[in-house]
């Protein structure tokens, strides 16, 4: 079993910048594939970002180049750095953890983009 809690969400302004952490806990992280996944209002949910357990990144076109996912297995964390904020990255940002038939979800941190 894992737990998963996002924290450092909230409002920036379109150009800013905001980083998100999701602490886990309960399992040995490293072994986990993690993802960030968002869903707006109205929306499904999509995913962002993702980093295997080896480290290897992949990125949703949208984010390519202003987003950054990346990991600190010793801190059993895994972040999204986010830059250049445009409003349509407004969103309910979650953290998954998955490896084979486990899948683990965070509660999900707002993010809003408006000047």
């Known amino acids: 079993q894992v737990q998963l809690v996002e924290s450092g969400g909230g409002l920036a302004q379109p150009g800013g910048s905001l980083t998100l952490s999701c602490a886990a806990s309960?399992?040995?992280?490293?072994?986990?594939?993690m993802d960030w996944y968002r869903q707006a209002s109205g929306n499904q949910r999509e995913l962002v970002a993702a980093?295997?357990?080896?480290?290897?990144?992949n990125y949703a076109d949208s984010v390519k180049g202003r987003f950054m996912i990346y990991r600190d297995n010793a801190k059993n964390t895994v972040y999204l750095q986010m830059n250049s904020l445009k409003p349509e990255d407004t969103a309910v940002y979650y953290c998954?953890?998955?490896?084979?038939?486990?899948?683990?979800w965070g509660q999900g941190t707002q993010i809003t983009v408006s000047s």
């Open positions: 998954r953890a998955r490896r084979f038939s486990y899948d683990y």
């Open positions: 309960g399992s040995i992280f490293s072994i986990y594939h």
């Open positions: 980093v295997t357990s080896g480290g290897s990144t």
